[in-house]
């Protein structure tokens, strides 16, 4: 830091007042006299009443009096605990203000999220003075607070969780698409104990005009866990006739909620053989795969049954989650092969899948050397079939394939 940086970070932290300053002092900082002059009209009276706060007018002065950027913001706040706190104790004068334009909010808004972005300090007290601006009637001034609120750290916001969940389910309902959705993103950060806000983010992700707040709210409910299931599952059931981009949603919700229950697999199935969209459909084959091998004995037969999907993005994803369980699929060899041999979408899935079976997809070995033989020039999908051939011959251990 130059040496005029550190003169700058000693006044912020002590509001030192520039009369008493030495020359000693002065020039070791390298100042003129006119630069004093411009300081000391800066750290007035009228400054420190606003809690130190330096103007964006100001700050041009400074940089127009030949200081450099990184001491005009030490002075702008972006140094120590105590001017973190100064900054606060403006910003929460500022915003409950009518008298004052937007821009003065705004303004103190951007200032606290770079003292915070350069010191790492953040504060329960700025958090709450955020959630208070995000409220704001000047859409400006609340989606600038909601931007630097979803900085907050989620160990702010789980310190005291039941009052930040409370107050993120009403800016749910903000004229603002900012505001809700950094709200159902400090709902997700929150996690298990925003619970009470189940029944709001699940209207949200259902009826919220943007499809980024209902993306967001559903990995809020993802987020959630358990207490979520029941109702995200009866979104996913066609039989309740939500829409398909809901539909989605709510199994991304699944998905992200880290699916490991039996309980979700006969919804999965119903979706996989029903729903008429290919996007819930390969997100419930995706899903029906991140349960595991726990499942086989009903996830398997549906999977092979989701290989013969109409649309190609739903039967690679079933050879995907086939090749995820390994030699818990072995029953699906002979559809695995069926789409090597025939599926020129899916067969380098379909060939990673067998290979991850092993030794029980032996018989792929034919049709796999075979395509190898006739098609020499296609190198990547060659690479993934040698791969498979030598998983299959040697239970598991990757070798190359080389003919002698």
């Not at 959705?181 to 259902?206: D, N, Q, V």
Request: with cysteine; hydrophobic share 45%; net charge neutral.
């Amino acid at each position: 830091m130059k040496t005029k940086d550190v003169f700058a970070e000693k006044i912020l932290h002590a509001y030192a007042d520039l009369d008493g300053l030495t020359d000693k002092e002065c020039a070791a900082a390298g100042l003129k006299k006119d630069q004093c002059a411009a300081l000391g009209s800066v750290l007035s009276d009228e400054a420190k009443d606003r809690g130190g706060f330096i103007s964006e007018k100001e700050r041009g002065f400074l940089k127009y009096k030949g200081f450099s950027d990184n001491f005009v913001y030490a002075l702008a706040g972006r140094f120590g605990t105590r001017a973190i706190e100064a900054r606060v104790s403006y910003l929460n004068r500022v915003i409950p203000n009518s008298d004052l334009p937007s821009k003065a909010s705004i303004e103190a808004i951007e200032i606290v999220d770079a003292i915070q972005f350069r010191t790492g300090i953040y504060t329960s007290e700025t958090a709450w003075a955020l959630v208070d601006a995000m409220k704001d009637n000047d859409e400006n001034v609340s989606a600038e607070a909601a931007k630097v609120f979803h900085r907050c750290p989620k160990k702010i916001l789980r310190s005291d969780a039941r009052k930040f969940t409370d107050a993120m389910i009403e800016l749910l309902g903000s004229g603002s698409e900012t505001v809700r959705l950094f709200s159902a993103y400090a709902l997700r950060e929150i996690g298990p104990a925003a619970k009470k806000a189940i029944p709001a983010l699940l209207k949200t992700m259902i009826d919220d005009g943007s499809r980024w707040v209902r993306q967001d709210s559903a990995k809020a409910l993802g987020s959630i866990g358990k207490p979520a299931f029941p109702g995200l599952l009866k979104v996913v059931s066609l039989e309740n006739g939500y829409d398909a981009d809901t539909r989605v949603f709510a199994v991304q919700a699944l998905i992200h909620m880290g699916l490991k229950s039996k309980r979700t697999v006969p919804t999965l199935v119903d979706v996989i053989k029903t729903d008429p969209s290919s996007e819930v459909r390969k997100l419930a084959v995706m899903a029906l795969g991140d349960i595991g091998p726990s499942a086989a004995s009903v996830s398997v037969p549906i999977l092979i049954y989701a290989l013969k999907d109409k649309e190609r993005n739903v039967r690679w994803q079933a050879a995907d989650a086939l090749e995820d369980l390994g030699h818990a699929a072995r029953d699906a060899v002979p559809e695995l092969i069926e789409a090597f041999n025939n599926d020129e979408r899916v067969r380098a899935r379909a060939a990673g899948a067998l290979g991850a079976m092993g030794p029980a997809a032996k018989g792929a070995l034919p049709h796999l050397r075979k395509f190898k033989k006739e098609n020499p020039y296609n190198d990547d999908l060659l690479r993934i079939i040698d791969g498979a051939i030598n998983r299959i011959d040697v239970g598991g251990v990757v070798l190359l394939d080389i003919e002698i």
